[in-house]
């Protein structure tokens, strides 16, 4: 029988023994261990291969887009605040140019929901994807890191045989300038992240003024540098597997519905060698699929893991093995997609990726997030008011005959302009007088406290306790209705009539 499908092309890929040495990993009992350790749990030093294709193409466009926002990002203001901090030392907090206050806590609560919803539905839907692609780790290593290491000590065969070489002048110079250039970039990723916790005027304070003044940021400062460092030269992949949260719980919620990178194991199985002569029809009459068994896809793995294998926690998602398989598939004239992003349900049955009925009980859930989220951010006053009796303050009588209480107000301003304020009676007839500077101004993104009087006469008092309505104005307008309690006198009971007695007869 003729058959329609291309024949491979001459020049088919390298050997499968030589990037099984390569690698020098026995992928037969990946199960009992991890890529990255022997049996003995030993570290086993991934030497990955630098990818080429479309999509590694694709993800050095993405990368240098996002470590661009990465790095500009503290030094963006929006009507004078930062586009992101999150300064857990005096608990301030932008985002998008938005100041946020610990008293905001709700809409940080709901945002974490609506974030952590958000990453369960997109791991549901597209695994790993945002470890593969986004993840300043990921991205960072792979696209930083990694390729400044093929610049200085070679490709990933170079770097094998440089380990192994006993130590010389060009293997400690390769490797000083290596770990120089590595501990320069952990710094300034370092003040980068710092810049993120107390903002870049901070920063750029402890840069500029003397160092004894600012001995605990550069503390942190080298800290940092020197975690970053220890994971980019030393611990690299292992963040991925080991620590980072995100890789344990997508285990919980991938399904046979999933987007991940995946082998076709139908049409690749079983594995072999291509002879240059053998016919498409000939293959598959001896039972083999289109895998040659070249180990490209697992040369180039930074986890250093073997795709065919099936899904695994410690692949990222980052379709090197794609580009690397795509490449041998073109020399062989087979279609591209040996390897490819699919749900294990598409390469069982066939098919498209389809939406789940669990993707869009996510996806409602989400879409009430949002809304919640939105409305708490629009109905957000630029100030928040606590406004309480004094402690321990009793009514006072005063000398025009009312009654006064004393109560303390903290006004903060959560936006970026100074806000003269002012406090009105709303429901009763009465006076509300600040004491001491009778105008309020809060300063930009401040806390300010003052202590108030009011004073009611006793016929507006409705008992002991009268709810008082105090509106908060800032420029002529009412931002906040507040409710407080006036503490009067307690008012006796009408006595009763006294009832005769009368003596019995
Ligand atoms: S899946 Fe592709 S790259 Fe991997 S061994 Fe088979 S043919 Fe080679
Ligand atoms: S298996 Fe493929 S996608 Fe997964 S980490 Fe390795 S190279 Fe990246």
Known sequence: MMTTEPQPKKDTPPAPELHAAAQDINWGDFRDHLATADKDGKRRWIYARQPQGRYYQARTYVSWLLLAIMFVGPFIRINGNPLLMINIVTRRFAILGKIFWPQDMVIFAVAALVFLTGIIIFTTA??????????????????????????????????RALAAAPWS????????????????????????????????????????ESPLLHLQGLGFMLLFTLVFYAIFARFREQACTFICPYGRFQSAVLDENTLV???????????GPWRRDEPVAARRAAGKGDCV???????????????????????????ACIDACDTVMDKLNRPRGLVRFASQNSIERGGDFRITARMKGYGVVLAGLIALFLMLILSRTSIETIFLRAPGALFQPTGDGRIENIYTVKLINKTAQDLPVELKLENVAGELSVMGDPAILVPKEELAETSVLIK????????????????VYANH?????????FIGPRTEPATPPAIEKTAPK
């Open 293 to 319: 068994d070249c180990h490209q896809c697992v040369t180039v793995c930074p986890t250093g893991i073997d795709i065919r294998n099936g899904t695994q926690m410690e692949c990222v998602n980052c379709t």
């Open 477 to 485: 307008k009412r931002l906040a209705v507040l409710n407080t309690t």
């Open 169 to 208: 002048v060009d293997k400690v110079v390769r490797k000083a300038f290596k770990h120089a250039v590595f501990f320069g970039l952990s710094f300034l990723i370092s003040n980068t992240l710092l810049s993120y916790i107390i903002g870049s005027d901070a920063l750029i304070r402890i840069i500029t």
């Open 126 to 159: 597209f695994g790993r994807l945002w470890c593969g692609w986004t993840c300043p780790q990921t991205l960072l290593m792979e696209m930083v890191f990694r390729k400044i290491e093929y610049a200085i000590e070679g490709d990933a065969q170079t770097q």
């Open 261 to 271: 990178v995946a082998y076709d194991r139908k049409r690749g199985e079983g594995r």
């Open 456 to 471: 009611l006469a006793p016929s507006v008092l409705t008992g002991a306790r009268t709810e008082v309505k105090v509106g």
